[in-house]
């Protein structure tokens, strides 16, 4: 009876141990498949991405030719801003391009939306390995400048100062009047009673008159008689302001706030303290002389304090701030 009670109990171990190779065999089966699974999801979307950094190739590509344009009217013999147009175009093997998949570049240019400048979106489509859809989009602005004036910086010898408008030094602001005697005048308040007066070649400022009423651009020198001669330099900025929570930036264009600006200077007796003058503005946009103009003017402006019948406004509110700083005899 013992012998015959061990011989069943061999058997039944035997039949474990086959169970347990039969579990291990499934277990590594699936494993295997897993894995196999696995290598081919990391081959496909090594692919997907190989093949999403191609068409962003194609589209940065597509909007570098755009811009490549070097004169702006229409030429036969020359591409030229004007020919910037919408468009598509296919991308494959067919066409000299190593790809295993066929890309679709269109692009779509709007001209209306800015002044002197076309929208440009650029959208590169194809399909993946696994027949789904796949795309890119690129949105971009081309200038309607003429690219003749894009390397007069580089042209100006190191001896000269570069030249801003209307050939004056770059620091004067844009809308200052020019006197005709190598200076030109600006009132940093449109309202106010005073007015600078900077030399058209450095853009220093020379002088700072007051009592001036007459507007900017109807200034001449008889207007200017209570000037205080001391050299300065121009520092002009913005302030904006947002009421949302968090502060957005980029959307920073709520009516500014009642403020005033003034600067504290260290390092030294400076001959004068500086004069700052700080004025709510606002963005608008209207034609003169066959020409789109977009410009900051105070905030209860109206179309006719700048000469035109109507304009846009833009919704941009901001602070505009000008101050008058007298250096040190050493120059700082």
Not at 146 to 152: F, T
Not at 296 to 311: E, T
Request: glycine letters at 8%; proline letters at 5%.
């Amino acid at each position: 009876m013992r012998a015959l009670s061990s011989h069943r109990h061999t058997k039944r171990q035997r039949g474990t141990t086959l169970l347990e190779a039969l579990v291990a065999f499934l277990v590594l089966s699936l494993g295997m498949l897993t894995v196999a699974r696995v290598q081919t999801q990391l081959r496909f979307n090594s692919d997907v991405a190989r093949q999403r950094s191609e068409a962003v190739r194609l589209g940065q590509d597509e909007l570098e030719t755009l811009r490549a344009f070097s004169v702006v009217a229409a030429s036969g013999a020359a591409r030229s801003f004007a020919d910037v147009s919408t468009a598509s175009r296919s991308v494959d093997s067919s066409t000299g391009h190593a790809s295993n998949t066929r890309y679709l570049v269109a692009r779509q240019v709007d001209s209306a939306s800015a002044p002197h400048a076309k929208t440009a979106s650029v959208t590169v489509s194809w399909t993946d390995r696994a027949g789904d859809p796949q795309h890119v989009v690129l949105d971009s602005v081309i200038s309607g400048t003429d690219p003749a004036y894009s390397g007069a910086l580089g042209m100006s010898r190191s001896s000269t100062q570069a030249k801003g408008a209307f050939g004056r030094a770059i620091a004067i602001p844009l809308g200052a009047k020019d006197l005709g005697n190598g200076s030109s005048a600006f009132k940093p308040l449109r309202a106010g009673l005073a007015a600078l007066v900077f030399d058209n070649s450095t853009g220093v400022v020379t002088a700072r008159c007051t009592g001036v009423a007459t507007a900017t651009g109807a200034l001449t020198l008889s207007d200017l008689t209570n000037c205080d001669a001391r050299t300065g330099q121009l520092l002009t900025g913005t302030v904006r302001f947002t009421a949302a929570a968090p502060p957005q930036p980029g959307q920073a264009n709520d009516v500014p706030l009642p403020l005033g600006v003034a600067l504290v200077l260290s390092g030294g007796t400076y001959p004068q303290a500086p004069v700052c003058d700080a004025e709510p503005m606002k963005t608008v946009t209207y034609s003169a002389a066959g020409s789109q103009r977009i410009e900051s003017v105070p905030i209860n402006a109206l179309p006719a304090s700048v000469g035109a019948a109507s304009w846009v406004d833009s919704g941009d509110r901001h602070t505009a701030y000008t101050c008058v700083v007298y250096p040190l005899a050493s120059g700082l």
